[in-house]
């Protein structure tokens, strides 16, 4: 039995040691994208203006703006979905963009569940 073994062995020659594992590179903070609240927030404002003049292409790129400035923001996300949904509203009622909406406020309440949208002027 331990010359079949050994035969085993010497017919298979010996074996490579495994590769070690590629290193990954540590993730910094200067990898990960900044907020701008601030910038959001003046966009979001710009926005506002634009969807209650019921400019909601306007409103859109707006609060798409915001939402790339600050994707934390959950008032983005909210009135950016609000906004695909005015949209999509004529369409008919399955249209992908009425789903876009509500993948919008799922986001937004996921960043914060306690988040009510003002309508008002400041």
């Known amino acids: 039995m331990l010359s079949a073994l050994l035969a ?50 306007q409103a859109e790129a707006s609060f798409e703006k915001a939402w790339s400035e600050d994707p934390t923001s959950a008032a983005a996300a909210f009135y950016l979905g609000y906004t695909y949904y005015k949209i999509a509203e004529p369409k008919r009622p399955f249209h992908p963009d009425k789903q876009k909406a509500a993948d919008m406020f799922a986001k937004a309440y ?13």
């Open 110 to 122: 996921a960043l914060d569940p306690n988040f009510k949208p003002v309508w008002g002027q400041k």
């Open 8 to 57: 085993a062995l010497v017919v298979a020659g010996p074996q490579a040691a495994p590769a070690p594992a590629p290193q990954q590179p540590a993730v910094t903070s200067d990898a990960l994208p900044t907020a701008n609240p601030s910038a959001a927030q003046a966009d979001i404002d710009q926005g506002l203006q634009a969807f209650r003049r019921l400019r909601f292409t």
